[in-house]
C-alpha cells in the first residue's frame, strides 16, 4: 500500500471549499506536488519510471465526509521506459501516457491530506 513519504497539505483547496473555483484551485493544487508525494510510480502501467513532465487532474468526486473533504480523481501522467543508454540500444527512453484514479482525505481543520491509489 502506497504511504505518503511527506505530509501533503492542501490549504489553498481546503480555504477555496465552498467556492465556484473549489475545483479549479483544487486541481491545481495537486498538480503542484512532486510527483512522489503521489502513488504515480505504483500505479504504472506500461512504463518502469514516472516522467518529470507535468502531469494532469480531473476531479470525479467530492464528498463532505464528518471530519474530511473525500474528492476522487484522475491523474493523467508521463512514464518512460529506461533502457540502458548504450549506442546500440533499440529501446531509447521515451514517454508513455499512463493514468491512476486517487482518493485524497482533506482534513478540514488542518488540510492535511490522506492519499490512496484506488485500483
Known sequence: AFKNPAMIKLDKA???WGKPDFQSVLKHEIAQLDHIQLPLQQALATGNYVSDAPFSVAIYSVTVMEKVLRVKAGIFY???IGGCSCTD?????SDINEYCAVQLDI????????VVLLT
Open 89 to 93: 540500444d533499440p529501446t531509447p527512453a
Open 107 to 114: 482534513d478540514l481543520v488542518s488540510a492535511s491530506t490522506a
Open 78 to 80: 508521463q512514464g518512460i
Open 14 to 16: 481546503l480555504a477555496a
